[in-house]
């Protein structure tokens, strides 16, 4: 099960880039997806899921516009995540289920390697029916054994699309672009890390990540490139 610990910060992380919403049109914030509510902790098995193009689309939608048509793509199946897209690059994207939330990320080789394992196998244990407490079990277990390692060296993973949505308060709601910097065992006061402020340390451990949020300009750049890919999400 997740730590208390570690469901206030996420909690506060959610609510922290919430209150920043403020910054995108109303029309913008809640719908389709991003306005799905359902009691998370009593959802085994509950998976969002898209048509195979739209999750392909969306997935690369992480990635800056240069990078996306010659990036590897995951899509879900019901038994888990295949190989959509042979990609040149080194990033690999799909379109997470992480602890319930649903987001598309892009992970360099490195992140690929270590990183996206457990985002995988998060997806496929909860389309088995698995709760938060089954998964957060078996991911600290797997990371006991060996199964699932943190990153080696320095690396990074996009989440610029607007289409971005995490859990708060039971509601997937959209949240802000940014990038994120490999970060094991790193903690916010090892980088003076203020959660809305500066960058910021999420989930510290072995799979901890500095988060730097796009700027306004760049969210509403963002946004108008992909408002399109929004509505057809939600």
């Known amino acids: 099960m997740m730590s208390t610990n570690r469901r206030s910060r996420a909690c506060s992380i959610a609510s922290a880039l919430l209150a920043m919403l403020v910054a995108l049109p109303a029309?913008?914030?809640?719908?389709?997806?991003?306005?799905?509510?359902?009691?998370?902790?009593?959802a085994g098995g509950k998976v969002l899921t898209l048509a195979r193009d739209l999750e392909l689309r969306l997935a690369v939608n992480a990635l800056p516009r240069d990078?996306?048509?010659?990036?590897?793509?995951?899509?879900?199946?019901?038994?888990?995540?295949?190989?959509?897209q042979?990609?040149?690059?080194?990033?690999?994207c799909l379109v997470s289920r992480r602890g319930g939330n649903f987001y598309p990320v892009c992970f360099d080789e490195e992140g690929t390697r270590t990183i996206l394992p457990a985002f995988a196998d998060d997806a496929t244990m909860r389309l088995k029916g698995a709760t938060d407490e089954d998964v957060e079990r078996q991911i600290?277990?797997?990371?006991?054994?060996?199964?699932?390692?943190?990153?080696?060296?320095?690396?990074?993973?996009?989440?610029?699309?607007?289409?971005?949505?995490?859990l708060e308060n039971g509601a997937l709601t959209r949240n802000f672009p940014h990038t994120m910097f490999y970060a094991p065992?790193?903690?916010?006061?090892?980088?003076?890390?203020l959660i809305g402020r500066t960058a910021f340390v999420d989930r510290p451990g072995p799979h901890?990540?500095?988060?730097?949020?796009?700027?306004?300009?760049?969210?509403?750049?963002?946004?108008s490139e992909s408002q399109a890919l929004v509505d057809e999400v939600e």
């Open 27 to 42: 029309a913008a914030q809640t719908s389709g997806v991003g306005s799905t509510t359902y009691d998370h902790q009593q």
């Open 67 to 84: 990078l996306r048509a010659s990036a590897s793509v995951l899509v879900l199946e019901p038994t888990g995540y295949v190989k959509a």
């Open 140 to 166: 600290a277990k797997g990371f006991e054994e060996g199964l699932y390692r943190p990153p080696s060296r320095p690396g990074i993973a996009y989440m610029l699309s607007p289409a971005t949505y995490m």
């Open 185 to 193: 065992f790193l903690t916010d006061s090892d980088i003076g890390g």
């Open 208 to 223: 901890g990540m500095i988060i730097v949020l796009a700027g306004q300009k760049e969210r509403e750049a963002l946004l």
């Open 86 to 92: 042979q990609g040149t690059n080194p990033f690999t």
